[in-house]
């Protein structure tokens, strides 16, 4: 009867323990962001990105992940998003982008992932957004090459020199 009080005394100390240990997606996770990082990528977990008609409706927010391929211009260029997700037509009021980019993310798109949702432009850099689903450390160094095809393809990281 000692041994199983013992047993039990020292399982209830070891369990706060284990609930601090990370589990193994969340070990996942930081081994690709630290990959991410190393592509030169920053990474951010936010809202992903809504189509009008799902604002119009107030779904509920789904939460994803940006990465940033950051972008130095002198003078900025026009911000634009393009979805990688079939939205209809009319569905949303989002700012195209050029034909020239258009075609460039069409080459390179098969890099992406299956859960990328949208590609967007902003002073700051292009981001893209997706939800980290099946992801490792090959499907980051693919986003990275898709997203410096896309700048150093489109001029995104020249304006003004």
């Known amino acids: 009867m000692a041994w199983l009080i013992g047993f039990a005394v020292i399982g209830f100390m070891l369990a706060p323990i284990m609930w601090i240990l ?81 075609s460039i993310i069409t080459e390179v798109r098969s890099l992406l992932p299956a859960d990328a949702t949208m590609l967007e432009f902003t002073p700051i850099g292009l981001h893209v957004y997706w939800r980290e689903c099946q992801a490792d450390e090959q499907v980051v160094a693919n986003i990275a090459s898709c997203l410096n095809t896309i700048v150093e393809k489109g001029r995104l990281d020249s304006a003004g020199k």
């Open 22 to 102: 990370p589990s193994r997606r969340q070990s996942q996770q930081v081994a690709v962001r630290a990959a991410a990082r190393a592509h030169g990528l920053s990474v951010k977990v936010v809202a992903m990105p809504k189509s009008r008609r799902e604002r119009v409706r107030r779904e509920e927010d789904v939460f994803g992940v940006c990465y940033t391929r950051a972008v130095h211009n002198k003078k900025p260029l026009p911000s634009w998003k393009y979805w990688l997700l079939d939205i209809p037509e009319g569905e949303d009021d989002v700012q195209p982008c050029s034909s020239q980019i258009a």
